[in-house]
C-alpha cells in the first residue's frame, strides 16, 4: 500500500510558514489564542560554572540562541501577547528530588549534580542564584515563572491551568534544552489538545546532533508533536 497524500493547509494571514504544515492549524496567530513559552532559560543552564557545564556539556549553543529569543520576546511583548517563562529546581530541602534523579545527575565525569554546590549556588535549587532566569530575558511582573521540578513544565506545575484560564490554544516554545526540557513541554502539551510550534534556531542542545534528532521527531508522521519554524517566520507572520 502506498503513502497516503499530504493534505495542503490552505495559507491564511496570521499562519506561520511551518514544517510540516502551516501553523497554527484552524486559526492564525493572535493574542487572544496564542503564547510564547520560554523553557529554563537560566543562570545553571546558560552561564558557566551552571549545572549544564558541571554535566560536561557546552554552553555555547545556549548562549548563541539568546538573539532569536529576545527578539521573539521583544515582538511578542509589544503585540499584547502571553509569555510564559519556565526554571527547573527543587526545594531546597529537596523533598522534590528523588534518589534516582540524584543518582543519575551525578552520573557524569565531575561528580557533581543537584543540590551541590557550584560557583552559583547550589545546583538547581530554588532560590539559588543558578536558579534565576540569565538577565538578558528578564521576565516582567506580569509574565508568570512556572517553577518545574522536572522536564515538562506541565508535570506539578499550574501551567495548564493558566492557558486554559486565559484561552491559549496555541504554543509557540522555544529555550533550552530541545531535546529534554522543550520537547518533553511540546509531547505533554500535544497530549493536552494544545498545537504547538518548536522555534528551531530559537532552541538548543547540548550536542547539535541531539537538537537535530529532537527537530527531526516533532515532523515526523505529520506533525506528530506539533511543527517546527523559525524566528523570522514567526515575526513575519505577527507583522
Known amino acids: 500500500m ?3 497524500p499530504v493534505r495542503e493547509i490552505p495559507a491564511a494571514k496570521g499562519n506561520v510558514t511551518a514544517e510540516p504544515y502551516r501553523w497554527p492549524h484552524g486559526s492564525p496567530v493572535s493574542p487572544e489564542t496564542t503564547a510564547l513559552v520560554i523553557i ?3 543562570v545553571d543552564f546558560c552561564s558557566p560554572g ?3 557545564e558541571h554535566q560536561g556539556y557546552d554552553i555555547s549553543p545556549a548562549r548563541a540562541i ?3 529569543i529576545q527578539a521573539l520576546l521583544a515582538s511578542f511583548r509589544q503585540g499584547g501577547y502571553r509569555v510564559y517563562h519556565t526554571r527547573e529546581g527543587h526545594r531546597p530541602d529537596l523533598s522534590t528530588l528523588s534518589s534516582r534523579e540524584q543518582f543519575r545527575s551525578r552520573n557524569n565525569p565531575t561528580g557533581f549534580g543537584i543540590g551541590d554546590k557550584g560557583p552559583n549556588g ?4 530554588r532560590g539559588e542564584p543558578g536558579h534565576q532566569i540569565i538577565p538578558e530575558l528578564t521576565p516582567l511582573d506580569s509574565e508568570p515563572i512556572i517553577d518545574k521540578p522536572g522536564r515538562s513544565a506541565f508535570q506539578h506545575t499550574d501551567l495548564k491551568l493558566l492557558l486554559d484560564v486565559a484561552g491559549i490554544k496555541n504554543l509557540i516554545l522555544c529555550g533550552v534544552t530541545t531535546d529534554v526540557c522543550v520537547t518533553t513541554t511540546m509531547r505533554d502539551g500535544n ?3 494544545l498545537d504547538c510550534l518548536l522555534v528551531a534556531d530559537a532552541s538548543a542542545a547540548g550536542e547539535e546532533t541531539l537538537h ?5 521527531m516533532v515532523k515526523e508522521e505529520g506533525g506528530i508533536f506539533g511543527a517546527v519554524a523559525t ?6 507572520a505577527m507583522t
Open 2 to 4: 502506498g503513502s497516503l
Open 40 to 42: 529554563d532559560m537560566q
Open 50 to 52: 551552571g549545572y549544564m
Open 66 to 68: 539568546l538573539p532569536n
Open 122 to 125: 547550589r545546583l538547581l535549587v
Open 191 to 193: 497530549d493536552m489538545g
Open 212 to 216: 537535530k534528532a529532537a527537530v527531526a
Open 231 to 236: 524566528t523570522e517566520a514567526i515575526l513575519k
